[in-house]
């Protein structure tokens, strides 16, 4: 029999968290997910600029327009709906 040498992707990496933030001072920030791509999809659609979410309370925060705080930060809104997290 010939053996497979070829590693499984998935296995390399770790599980997604049901709370996960992209900004780094965040005690939900995991640096070692973000250095693969991860999808997100909210009420379906894929969504490309999610900073956190939860899975089990169903939200998400999104940045605002252009619109940012005094120190430079977006403004993030939290929206509601079924959330699913994945790897691309």
Same mark, same amino acid.
């Given at each position: 029999? =010939?053996? #497979? !040498?070829?590693? !499984?992707?998935?296995?390399?990496?770790?599980? *997604?968290?049901?709370? *996960? /933030?992209? $900004? @780094?001072? /965040?005690?939900?920030? %995991?640096? =070692?997910?973000?250095?693969? $791509?991860?999808?997100? +999809?909210? #009420?379906?659609? =894929? +969504? +490309? $600029? %999610?900073?956190?979410?939860?899975?089990? =309370?169903?939200?998400?925060?999104? @940045? /605002? &327009?252009?619109?940012? $705080? +005094?120190?430079? #930060?977006? %403004?993030?809104?939290? *929206?509601? &709906?079924?959330?699913?997290?994945?790897?691309?």
């Amino acid at each position: 029999m =010939e053996e #497979n !040498n070829t590693p !499984n992707p998935a296995a390399a990496k770790p599980a *997604l968290p049901d709370r *996960l /933030s992209a $900004d @780094p001072s /965040s005690k939900f920030h %995991v640096a =070692e997910i973000f250095q693969h $791509d991860i999808g997100i +999809r909210f #009420n379906g659609k =894929e +969504r +490309r $600029d %999610v900073e956190e979410y939860c899975i089990s =309370e169903g939200w998400v925060s999104v @940045p /605002s &327009g252009k619109t940012v $705080d +005094r120190k430079g #930060n977006p %403004v993030m809104i939290k *929206l509601k &709906g079924p959330v699913e997290a994945f790897y691309r």
